[in-house]
């Protein structure tokens, strides 16, 4: 079975100070990681997708990075309005919609 | 392009009560997503659509049906809501052979 675990839950930063947060997973033969940010009230928007162990994409002050066990989602120099719940997800196994399995999240707070 | 909508933003249901949830997309994909988000368990896959008259069931199915009622729209019906389908839904569509889906902003149901 598919296994999505995001750690830390929840993540309290000041403006300024720099963090990772991170996604393991479960997964034999990895067809992609994607990182999705969501806003309070709203749906997640997608962020990356990696596809193999080394590959990193750069946004803005976030920047994805995968192993073959993991993923971290570096945060440089965080401002207030990083403030969001990060979502890592991998393909399904089953289905034939190209589902994804979804972690809990990590809801960062970013304090001025 | 308005991407992916969903109606109505906020409803409340006694139990046993039905109620249909509409989602559309303008940006003629072909697979449809409905999620269920609650508290420390992430987005879990409620039913999918690979494309126009065919659906399946997710993780999570169990209270539910769906139609695909053409390529933009896909609905999720409740058919005798229980406080256990308190829950934020959110519809999602994928274009072509990707796995990045986009999502609507989400229907606050509270079944009371």
């Given at each position: 079975e598919d296994q999505v675990t995001q750690s830390p839950e929840a993540l309290r930063l000041q403006e300024g100070e720099s963090s990772s947060l991170n996604c393991s997973y479960t997964v034999s033969g990895l067809r992609g990681l994607f990182w999705y940010r969501q806003d309070p009230g709203k749906g997640p928007?997608?962020?990356?997708?990696l596809y193999s162990a080394g590959e990193e994409k750069e946004k803005e002050r976030l920047k994805a990075t995968l192993t073959k066990k993991e993923s971290f989602?570096?945060?440089?120099?965080?401002?207030?309005?990083?403030?969001?719940?990060?979502?890592?997800a991998v393909p399904a196994l089953?289905?034939?919609?190209?589902?994804?399995?979804?972690?809990?999240?990590?809801?960062?707070?970013v304090l001025p | 392009n308005a991407g992916v909508?969903?109606?109505p933003k906020f409803q409340v249901l006694k139990t046993g009560q039905s109620m249909t949830l509409q989602c559309a997309q303008d940006m003629n994909h072909n697979s449809m997503y409905w999620y269920r988000q609650d508290p420390g368990?992430?987005?879990?896959l409620i039913y999918y659509s690979a494309s126009e008259g065919t659906t399946d069931k997710g993780e999570?199915?169990?209270?539910?049906?769906?139609?695909?009622?053409?390529?933009?729209?896909?609905?999720?019906?409740?058919?005798?809501?229980?406080p256990s389908q308190t829950s934020v839904y959110f519809c999602a569509s994928r274009v072509g052979s990707s796995y990045e889906q986009y999502f609507g902003p989400g229907t606050r149901l509270t079944v009371t």
């Amino acid at each position: 079975e598919d296994q999505v675990t995001q750690s830390p839950e929840a993540l309290r930063l000041q403006e300024g100070e720099s963090s990772s947060l991170n996604c393991s997973y479960t997964v034999s033969g990895l067809r992609g990681l994607f990182w999705y940010r969501q806003d309070p009230g709203k749906g997640p928007e997608f962020l990356f997708t990696l596809y193999s162990a080394g590959e990193e994409k750069e946004k803005e002050r976030l920047k994805a990075t995968l192993t073959k066990k993991e993923s971290f989602l570096h945060i440089t120099a965080p401002k207030p309005e990083d403030s969001a719940t990060y979502l890592c997800a991998v393909p399904a196994l089953a289905g034939s919609a190209r589902q994804l399995t979804f972690g809990s999240g990590t809801q960062l707070t970013v304090l001025p | 392009n308005a991407g992916v909508t969903q109606t109505p933003k906020f409803q409340v249901l006694k139990t046993g009560q039905s109620m249909t949830l509409q989602c559309a997309q303008d940006m003629n994909h072909n697979s449809m997503y409905w999620y269920r988000q609650d508290p420390g368990m992430g987005l879990r896959l409620i039913y999918y659509s690979a494309s126009e008259g065919t659906t399946d069931k997710g993780e999570v199915p169990n209270g539910y049906n769906v139609s695909r009622l053409n390529k933009r729209e896909f609905s999720l019906r409740l058919e005798s809501a229980a406080p256990s389908q308190t829950s934020v839904y959110f519809c999602a569509s994928r274009v072509g052979s990707s796995y990045e889906q986009y999502f609507g902003p989400g229907t606050r149901l509270t079944v009371t």
